[in-house]
T-cell receptor, first 113, second 116 residues
Framework: KQEVTQIPAALSVPEGENLVLNCSFT??????LQWFRQDPGKGLTSLLLIQSSQREQTSGRLNASLDKSSGRSTLYIAASQPGDSATYLC????????????FGTGTQLKVEL | DAGVIQSPRHEVTEMGQEVTLRCKPI?????LFWYRQTMMRGLELLIY????????DSGMPEDRFSAKMPNASFSTLKIQPSEPRDSAVYFC??????????????FGPGTRLTVT
């Protein structure tokens, strides 16, 4: 059974700092990995999707990497801003698992002024 | 596009009552997912449909839960009878396999259910 872990569970950084969020998964046979952002009381917003054949994806200040063999992904946020404060979740789609996503428990990020 | 639409946004009901949650996926998407999110268990997949057909309902907690997708633009999740432990935020998501088969999922705003 695929298990997805995110460390740390919570993170507080000063504005302007570069930071890295971690995601690890136990079954490396994945089809893709998706990073989401969730604001309090809101739904999930898709940030980046990395196919299993890709090493990284970039969108603006965000860069996600994938190392399938070691079961790890990182989300790098450059020059963090208070507006980046949210919970960040990663989710994997397992090969042969249909369209199912298995989610991590999330990292709650707070960027302080 | 308006994105995934869910209704109601908030629902408060008494134990034993029937609850129906509704979802309209993004037009043209061919997969629809129902999730439940709680502090204790995080985000869990309940059931998903491909082309209106239920594919995997292994996450449905028990027979009190049922889901239907009568057409490509509408789905319901019903709880009958409801119990306090069903209190959670219920999300609907939809996706479309593009030419690269990415299956990126887009989420609705959720329905916050409180059963007293």
């Amino acid at each position: 059974k695929q298990e997805v872990t995110q460390i740390p569970a919570a993170l507080s950084v000063p504005e302007g700092e570069n930071l890295v969020l971690n995601c690890s998964f136990t079954d490396s046979a994945i089809y893709n990995l998706q990073w989401f952002r969730q604001d309090p009381g809101k739904g999930l917003t898709s940030l980046l999707l990395i196919q299993s054949s890709q090493r990284e994806q970039t969108s603006g200040r965000l860069n996600a990497s994938l190392d399938k063999s070691s079961g790890r992904s990182t989300l790098y946020i450059a020059a963090s801003q208070p507006g980046d404060s949210a919970t960040y979740l990663c989710a994997v789609r397992v090969t042969g698992g249909g369209n199912k996503l298995t989610f991590g428990t999330g990292t709650q990020l707070k960027v302080e002024l | 596009d308006a994105g995934v639409i869910q209704s109601p946004r908030h629902e408060v009901t008494e134990m034993g009552q029937e609850v129906t949650l509704r979802c309209k996926p993004i037009s043209g998407h061919n997969s629809l997912f129902w999730y439940r999110q709680t502090m204790m268990r995080g985000l869990e997949l309940l059931i998903y449909f491909n082309n209106n057909v239920p594919i995997d309902d292994s996450g449905m907690p028990e027979d009190r839960f049922s889901a239907k997708m009568p057409n490509a633009s509408f789905s319901t999740l019903k709880i009958q009878p409801s119990e306090p432990r069903d209190s959670a935020v219920y999300f609907c998501a939809s996706s479309l396999a593009n030419q690269r088969g990415s299956y990126e999922q887009y989420f609705g705003p959720g329905t916050r259910l409180t059963v007293t």
